[in-house]
């Protein structure tokens, strides 16, 4: 071998060594959480966020942190199209919700996440990649090595203190929960309403004793492109008020057209109810599908007022 190649080698061998020692390589598989194992340490680092796409690439400086104590980003997501990823609705603190590029300006690395679905707290932790910002969806989106089949899940950073409550399925059978959609809709202006799918939840939100009812509503046809007077998709909240029960609507759409339109319509329904922001009282979560897109967005309840916290589609 000749003394050429034996340099060469030498500075080949030298930067391989170095990559290896700044940057470990991670094998991920998704994880059953074993409260006795250690949770996989917090990698992340800073990034000014980009709003146009004409701008150069991000380019992220990663190095070792602790984690974070007043905040976390949240994610919503799961397996879309063969494909596991997530969109970044935003982030929480103790004190505030903050919009995705804020959120991507404080994080910018790579991140163990946990994983809730509705029925399940921490379900699964993952590795999720670095945010990557969409100019076709003008929003952020989080991908990871990990695989499972569960869509519609919400994500916050390993270590990030959440609280659930059994959220139990009730029958759509009955007549009691079709005469409330009846009422809203004709409050609305719907002339002979018609009922389509419904999807019911009772669950208590603020941890009072007492129960809140959650309505996912829809009736749209199959095509996911036109609608005309009479459809709709909506999620509706029944809360006790005093000594009567109230109907409050969370989020929706109700169509008027008595002309067939094109319109993409949103299919709402429920994704989770989990306290995010440490407040004591449970955040409805709420998934939405369209015509080749899909998003979520957090609604905050505060006695008979409801608040879109965070929200993301693409």
């Not at 290896?20 to 194992?37: E, G």
């Not at 509705?118 to 993952?126: G, I, N, P, R, W």
């Not at 009846?182 to 603020?206: H, K, M, T």
Request: glycine residues 8%; aromatic residues 12%.
């Amino acid at each position: 071998m000749t003394r050429t190649k034996k340099l060469f080698m030498l500075i080949v061998l030298f930067f391989s060594l170095l990559a290896c020692s700044q940057l470990p390589a991670v094998t991920f598989d998704v994880l059953t959480p074993d409260p006795a194992v250690s949770a996989t340490p917090w990698v992340a680092g800073t990034q000014t966020a980009e709003a146009f796409a004409s701008q150069p690439a991000p380019a992220y400086t990663q190095e070792a942190l602790e984690k974070p104590t007043d905040f976390s980003p949240v994610l919503y997501g799961g397996k879309f199209y063969q494909t596991t990823f997530f969109l970044l609705l935003g982030g929480v603190s103790r004190d505030a919700w903050l919009a995705p590029d804020v959120s991507v300006a404080r994080f910018a690395g790579e991140v163990t996440y946990s994983l809730h679905t509705l029925a399940q707290e921490s379900k699964y932790f993952f590795w999720g990649k670095a945010p990557e910002f969409s100019p076709v969806c003008k929003t952020y989106s989080i991908g990871t090595d990990a695989t499972f089949d569960e869509v519609g899940t919400v994500a916050v950073v390993d270590g990030w203190n959440v609280t659930k409550r059994d959220a139990t399925e009730l029958s759509a059978d009955g007549q009691i929960y079709e005469q409330v959609v009846n009422d809203w809709l004709s409050a609305e202006g719907v002339n002979a309403p018609q009922i389509g799918s419904l999807q019911i939840f009772r669950v208590d939100i603020e941890g009072d004793g007492t129960d809140e009812i959650f309505i996912s509503a829809t009736r749209l046809d199959d095509s996911q492109h036109t609608t005309k007077a009479g459809d709709y998709s909506v999620i509706l909240m029944r809360k006790v008020n005093g000594n009567e029960t109230v109907t409050k609507l969370v989020v929706g759409d109700v169509y008027a057209s008595q002309d067939l339109e094109t319109t993409f319509p949103r299919t709402y329904a429920i994704a989770n109810f989990i306290d995010l922001n440490q407040d004591g009282v449970l955040e409805a979560v709420v998934g939405f599908e369209r015509w080749e897109g899909f998003g979520a967005a957090v609604y905050q309840i505060e006695g008979q007022n409801v608040t879109e916290a965070l929200r993301a589609e693409c």
